[in-house]
């Protein structure tokens, strides 16, 4: 464990700590930060003694990524949040601009440190230790994955960094450098195990006994996590975070049942009704979206920020000693469509179709017919059939039924053969719009 005085504190007296950490910094940025100084005081908040403490926060506005965005300008290229002077940075990440230009994340020393920190909490859940060589295929450069590098470096981890989209190097340095760890996405994992079965390599007798799953939901459903597992003869943990707060959040013990918050002392996490924002209680069995709110950062504080990221809580004791709680994600609230008033996460559809295995591969893609969130039933989804499969007659409709009745929404399964829809070598799509109109 990273810092066991730290992950094993009672919950109850980790929040009386952070709520004083929280007050300094709601100090700090009505004394630095001109947009959240314009923000709160807009919402009716004069000062920091008028927002109070961590019993409060739900009173205070959230805060939007496009808002960030629609302040930058060739004066302010950060934007108006920017809190610190930048002669204070000592690293700029950003991300891939895929919307346009690219956002900046800057970062103090300060802030750097307990980036690593929490990373390296997060991925020391999961059993790494000193000495062990772990091959990755995250994409460091310019994006904040680069503090991995920092991180497992803190964990005395021998790193081999290969990156995204050279799925034959990597494979060749789990043969020869042979590693006990691969960190990669769930999605990029499956296509791994897929293509070194074409080629007659045998990746459940390699030397990697563990895989680190992150960067996209799914490492935690049953169907593909077995399948993974049974594919590598490996345990699978995951681990997720957000660039805007810190790039490794949570991550997940040997016990499986969840990812721990590791960002206790620097993050607060809320967790919301994804609809209305009403605050829920983290509690064992609660579903939401989770907020975010930077505790002790200066380059650039967030304040409530949505992340987006919906997901499960389990409250209960962990065996591993972590007194945090732990999530699932069970899918983002912005890749959601709606169909008839109910609402389809993309990655609920994949986990009901992974309980057909071994018929199916574990590879879908729900097809709107319209662009838009809300859709007409039924919804177009294409199943994969797994290799060789020799499926039941009634095997799309059995699909089809069994997501009606769990998830109350009607959609059309089409059947497609093994290797039809396309894999990633880093985050898996599981919405298609090329036929929406």
């Not at 859940?125 to 904040?144: H, K, L, Q």
């Not at 016990?255 to 809320?270: C, D, K, L, P």
């Not at 579903?287 to 975010?292: D, F, N, R, S």
Request: glycine share 10%; net charge negative; aromatic share 6%.
């Amino acid at each position: 464990m990273q810092a066991p005085d730290v992950e094993t504190r009672p919950w109850a007296e980790q929040a009386v700590l952070d709520d004083a950490t929280f007050r300094a910094q709601i100090a700090y940025l009505f004394e630095r930060s001109a947009f959240y100084r314009d923000k709160l005081r807009a919402a009716g908040f004069s000062d920091a003694a008028a927002v109070g403490g961590l019993a409060d926060i739900a009173n205070l506005p959230f805060t939007e990524k496009d808002e960030l965005r629609a302040t930058r300008d060739t004066a302010h290229p950060i934007g108006t949040h920017l809190a610190a002077p930048m002669e204070d940075i000592v690293r700029i990440y950003s991300t891939s601009g895929t919307t346009g230009t690219p956002s900046y994340i800057p970062l103090t020393a300060d802030d750097l440190a307990g980036w690593v920190e929490i990373s390296m909490r997060s991925y020391s859940a999961s059993g790494i230790e000193a000495g062990e060589r772990m091959v990755t295929t995250y994409n460091a450069g310019p994006f904040v994955a680069g503090v991995t590098l920092d991180a497992f470096a803190g964990l005395g981890v021998c790193h081999i960094p290969v990156g995204a989209g050279n799925t034959e190097r990597l494979m060749a340095a789990v043969e020869l450098l042979k590693p006990s760890v691969l960190g990669c996405t769930p999605s990029y994992a499956l296509y791994l195990a897929e293509w070194a079965e074409a080629r007659g390599i045998d990746t459940a007798a390699s030397s990697v006994k563990r895989i680190l799953v992150a960067g996209e939901p799914g490492g935690g459903e049953p169907a593909l996590r077995a399948r993974l597992e049974a594919a590598w003869g490996a345990k699978v943990t995951e681990a997720m975070g957000i660039g805007d707060i810190s790039v490794s959040l949570w991550g997940e013990c040997a016990h499986q049942t969840g990812m721990h918050f590791s960002g206790r002392g620097y993050v607060h996490a809320e967790l919301i009704d994804p609809g209305t924002g009403a605050p829920l209680e983290m509690k064992d069995g609660a579903e939401g979206e989770l907020v975010y709110t930077h505790l002790r950062h200066r380059a650039a504080p967030l304040l409530r920020f949505r992340s987006r990221d919906r997901v499960r809580i389990s409250a209960g004791p962990c065996g591993c000693g972590r007194t945090a709680p732990r999530a699932r994600c069970v899918g983002r609230t912005d890749d959601m469509l709606i169909v008839r008033g109910v609402n389809l996460h993309p990655t609920a559809v994949r986990q009901i179709v992974g309980e057909f295995a071994p018929h199916v591969s574990g590879v879908i893609a729900l097809k709107p017919k319209t662009k838009g969130v809300k859709q007409a039933p039924p919804v177009p989804l294409v199943v994969e059939l797994a290799e060789g499969a020799a499926p039941p007659d009634d095997l799309a409709d059995q699909i089809a039924g069994r997501i009606r009745d769990k998830l109350i929404a009607t959609t059309e399964v089409r059947l497609v053969s093994f290797g039809s829809l396309p894999r990633s070598d880093y985050k898996s799509k599981l919405v298609d719009w090329s036929d929406a109109s």
